[in-house]
């Protein structure tokens, strides 16, 4: 009984022992956790926790992630995210982002993360490459895409493109179908950058609008290659050869078949041209480009760096495509820009038939035949010159990559210690990002009416004026600047041109235009609209 007695009391003190010990600790944790929180009551950006830092704040926002940070940059130029294991430094200062992108460049790689993440879509091609490696392609790149004959050549293709996208509007508009613009400028992208970087046609803007195996490939590889930066089982998935990473080996494989086969085809074109002696025969594509570097041995081009053509396919196809959905979405929204954009468009067509000495064709919007005539007639009078003049379109686009950059935070790896140039601390081995999402709204940088959508202030007297590209940086900027900005611009003046002379588009109602979070700023619902035509 006693004894009985003597557990019942040793067992209430271990419990009342044990009790003390859990409220001792969950004290002390509360206390740690509040001296937490009150060191941080004046810190600029999300407020943290121990050990996760903002990730569950960051997690919660994921999806309007930009539009989180355009808060917190409107408070601070630069903010500094601890998150578990690092550190994210955010920035929307110019002085920072020419610090990183061209006074230190080569403290800030791409990175051994981003190039494992992407090796297996990009190999070492151009967009993935750091270093010396990186600097060789620059080099051959940039002499080609500043040659006449790439131009030329980039053009022509432009041109029968925008033709096909406006054959396919046309349509629609006589048989007042809605149609998904963003898809439709994404299959007009990728058999163009197909045509000017394989010199291949892949046809996936038919008026059938056809299923294609390389473009669905090339889809599922992108979309499998970003999801790696937020999916930690990658690895793990990609050893076993299961779910996605499996999609995703089945996807490059296609996309290897369809590259190799095509620099096998090209490589003989080539030599049986230079046989025939038929210059007539020669291709202006950038791999036909290459293929002829790689004759001279010190070039060593292998057939698996000619593969990397596939990176500006990559660079250049989802860039554009989105670009262009924003700029009409910004159109539709805003009738005024649209009519002083007619007007311009009115003025050159009047403008180059004068040149050209051929009248202009009559129309009628209700027949199709003539209509699509005039249009066709339009766009032959679309020269490279003639879309140089275009300085209220060249205007219109800018300002819609001012707000929709179609990259709109660019990370970048940090190799030592560094000091930005407004004081904030950089650890190696953590990441810094400029944010062009953010940079393009922020009053400090573009005044008080930032968020406004006003193609005019970039225009004087009538002209287009470039700002800094440490402030406008939709292209990036320093050593890495976009090598395609011309020909993207081109393209899309190519493209706006045509429809804008000639339609006019209105939102689908109740269609919800929201970007999707994604490396890329592309809309989450795609552009649903109904077009009307012009007169
Ligand atoms: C609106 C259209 C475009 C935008 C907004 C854009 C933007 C950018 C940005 C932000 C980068 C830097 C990416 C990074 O290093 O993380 C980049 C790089 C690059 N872009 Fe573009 N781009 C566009 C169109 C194109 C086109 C059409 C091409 C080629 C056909 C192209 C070729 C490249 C290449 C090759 C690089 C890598 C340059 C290097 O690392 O040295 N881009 N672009």
Sequence with gaps: MEDEEDNNLLW?????????????????VLTWILI????????????????VGAAIEQFINYDRMHDWLVNYLSESKTVVIPMPFTTYTYTADPANVEHVLKTNFANYPKGEVYHSYMEVLLGDGIFNADGEIWRKQRKTASFEFASKNLRDFSTVVFREYSQKLHAILS???FQGQEVDMQELLMRMTLDSICKVGFGVEIGTLAPNLPDNQFARAFDTANIIV???FIDPLWKIKRFLNVGSEALLDKSIKTLDDF????????KSEIKEGRESSENDKMKHDILSRFIELGEDPENNLTDKSLRDVLNFVIAGRDTTATTLSWAIYMIMSNSQVAEKLYSELKALEEDRAREEKVSLLQY??????????????FARLLSYDSLGRLHYLHAVITETLRLYPAVP??????????VLPDG??????????????????????????ATSFKPERWLKDGFFQNASPFKFTAFQAGPRICLGKDSAYLQMKMTMALLCRFYKFALVPGHVVEYRMMTILSMANGLKVTISRRS
């Excluded at 209430?12 to 002390?28: H, R």
Aim: proline share 5%; with cysteine; aromatic share 10%.
């Design 12 to 28: 209430a003190f271990s419990c009342e022992n044990g009790c003390m010990g859990i409220l001792m600790v969950t004290c002390m």
């Design 36 to 51: 937490h929180r009150w060191n941080q009551r004046n810190k600029n950006g999300p407020k943290t926790w121990p050990l």
């Design 226 to 228: 970003t999801f790696r």
């Design 259 to 266: 590259t190799y086969s095509v620099i096998r085809r090209r």
């Design 364 to 377: 009628d919007t209700e027949d199709p035949e003539s209509f699509n005539q005039r249009a066709r007639q």
């Design 424 to 449: 904030t601390k950089l650890k190696a081995g953590g990441m810094v990002t400029y944010v062009p999402y953010s940079m393009g709204r922020m009053e400090y940088n573009w005044g008080s009416d």
């Design 409 to 418: 935070q660019d990370p970048k790896g940090i190799l030592e210690d560094d």
């Design 171 to 173: 349509q629609a508009s």
